[in-house]
């Protein structure tokens, strides 16, 4: 059974920094990806940051780019999201996501929530002024 459990979320200001982390377990593939999505209240779910199982594909929103990296460690299974320059608007929920149904979507690491397969619970961020 497919899990994906993130954690470190929390309360910070505006310009400092978190990072998220994204274990996940119950599955053995060959090719997916991981990404992170984000949902503030009465707003859509959006696509944030991506990654490919191989971590040569990565792919990220333009509101985050160059404030946040995501990387993976194989050995722990868990991808990480740093998050720096935080901003009011980057709270929200942050959920990761598993994507390996969609060949295509995985080789061009697609922030598309409609194409990820498993979804975990989330973790929330806040960031205040």
């Known amino acids: 059974q497919v899990q994906l459990v993130e954690s470190g979320g929390g309360l910070v200001q505006a310009g400092e920094s978190l990072r998220l982390s994204c274990k996940y377990s119950g599955f053995m593939l060959d090719y997916y990806a991981i990404g992170w999505f984000r949902q503030a209240p009465g707003k859509e779910r959006e696509g944030v940051s991506c990654i490919s199982s191989t971590a040569d594909i990565t792919n990220y929103a333009d509101s985050v780019r160059g404030r946040f990296t995501i990387s993976s460690d194989g050995a722990k299974n868990t991808v990480y999201l740093q998050m720096n320059r935080l901003k009011p608007e980057d709270t929200g929920v942050y959920y990761c996501?598993?994507?390996?149904?969609?060949?295509?979507?995985?080789?061009?690491?697609?922030?598309?929530?409609?194409?990820?397969?498993?979804w975990g619970q989330g973790t929330q961020v806040t960031v205040s002024s």
């Open positions: 996501a598993l994507l390996y149904s969609d060949y295509d979507s995985i080789t061009s690491c697609s922030i598309s929530s409609t194409l990820f397969d498993d």
